[in-house]
């Protein structure tokens, strides 16, 4: 129940006083709760100098107030409200919070987590090595990411020096899963995943120990465990190809040309493409699709020209393995949806390996449009926001325009035609 009487509570409350009770809770709130110091109101209003005059049991004049909070105080315990100040915020809410308190609270959690660091450190294997005190004033400069508690930084910034001592140790040779690691450390197979605090961490010390830059990219820090014998998960993402014939006599090369020959797709792997110098004949036009119901048709139909597909948004390895396919002299033509997801891959595939677009234009969607409708295919509503194709100006006014999402699927028979033929 409150502690004031119902009239003094709601004649506290009105309007007249409400600049008031703001000033004075963020006073309060900012000086340890503490009833001390003053507070000014300018451009007083008439109605706020009749309850202020009222309130502080004298005439005020004019349009500026200073309050003493002391004397409020005092007037509001000797008053019908029989609470003082603090009391009286608080029966008015929500209650006050202890702002100084909280900013020295902060400092010393925030103390205890580095001093706990700096411990760590002291009683690893680490201690004394130059990188160390590095990584330690990076760590405080770029702080802790939000949401964490001070118990859960601390355990993750002692794993992360354990984990550091075992990769840094310069004795060990063995290779170890970064799976496996993770779980000895963490108790999670996944506690060293791309993209967790922990990982950054342990990367950022093995790119000063190594004095190295830090990769921004997922490839960039393959590499980075690598380098201290750590395997990441190199099975579970694949690319999706069909029909590569890359030159050489290694095993993974003569298997390529045989699934090839056979009108076989392929499931490339990073561990297929770190271990395999993948070179085409130099000049050979990889097509690039969207979706893998185009590898699919591709193989039932017996094409004979090579296809990568991105299946979707081009995961790592699809850039991996468009990369070194660049690098051995290969040109691209790129088929995607018309949607604007598809709008945005293709400009992103286009732009890094100066793609040539392969029935991308206004005038390929507007006939697959037409078709589409004729044949009675129900009509898939484009959602999103329009995105310009870099490689055509009318595109995306096309596609605003008939406000239709087509598919890679609707065009199979088009593609079919251009993976067919001689090589």
Not at 16 to 42: C, D, F, H, I, Y
Not at 222 to 238: F, G, H, K, N
Not at 243 to 254: Q, T
Not at 304 to 311: A, I, Q, R
Request: glycine content about 8%; proline content about 6%; some cysteine.
């Amino acid at each position: 129940m409150s502690g004031l009487p119902a009239a003094t509570h709601d004649w506290l409350a009105g309007p007249g006083l409400a600049r008031l009770w703001g000033a004075v809770r963020k006073r309060l709130e900012g000086n340890g709760v503490q009833s001390t110091g003053s507070v000014r109101l300018t451009a007083v209003s008439a109605q706020e100098r009749n309850n202020l005059s009222l309130l502080l049991g004298k005439p005020l004049t004019g349009t500026a107030v200073t309050v003493r909070l002391d004397s409020l105080d005092e007037r509001l315990r000797t008053s019908a409200a029989g609470l003082g100040l603090k009391e009286v915020l608080e029966e008015l809410g929500p209650p006050l919070a202890d702002r100084r308190a909280a900013r020295e609270d902060g400092a010393a959690q925030r103390q205890h987590v580095w001093s706990s660091l700096t411990s760590s450190l002291d009683a690893s294997p680490l201690a004394g090595q130059e990188w160390t005190r590095q990584w330690s004033d990076v760590l405080r400069r770029t702080g802790v990411p939000r949401g964490l508690t001070p118990e859960l930084t601390v355990r993750t910034l002692q794993q992360a020096v354990q984990v550091l001592a075992v990769l840094l140790n310069p004795k060990r040779t063995s290779t170890r899963g970064r799976g496996e690691l993770a779980a000895t450390a963490t108790g999670s197979a996944h506690g060293l995943d791309d993209g967790t605090w922990l990982a950054r961490l342990v990367q950022r010390g093995i790119a000063l120990a190594h004095d190295t830059e830090l990769p921004g990219n997922a490839a960039g820090r393959r590499a980075l465990w690598r380098l201290v014998s750590v395997t990441p998960d190199e099975v579970s993402s694949t690319v999706l190809t069909y029909g590569l014939r890359p030159l050489g006599e290694s095993w993974r090369a003569r298997s390529l040309r045989e699934r090839a020959a056979h009108n076989a797709e392929t499931h490339l792997t990073p561990r297929d493409l770190l271990d395999m110098r993948l070179q085409l004949p130099a000049g050979t036009v990889v097509h690039i699709c969207e979706n893998p119901r185009v590898v699919e048709a591709a193989a039932d139909a017996a094409c004979t020209k090579p296809l990568v597909c991105t299946s979707g948004s081009a995961a790592t390895v699809v850039i991996t393995l468009l990369d070194a396919l660049a690098a051995s002299g290969c040109r691209f033509a790129y088929h995607g949806d018309f949607d604007w997801p598809g709008i945005t891959l293709a400009n992103r595939i286009i732009r890094r390996y100066e793609a040539l677009p392969w029935r991308m234009g206004s005038e390929d969607y507007e006939r697959l449009a037409a078709h589409s409708q004729a044949e009675g295919v129900p009509q898939l509503p484009l959602d999103g926001i329009p995105v310009d194709a870099d490689w055509d100006p009318s595109l995306a006014p096309a596609m605003t325009s008939l406000g239709v999402a087509l598919h890679e699927e609707v065009t199979l028979d088009l593609l079919m035609e251009d993976l067919s033929g001689p090589r």
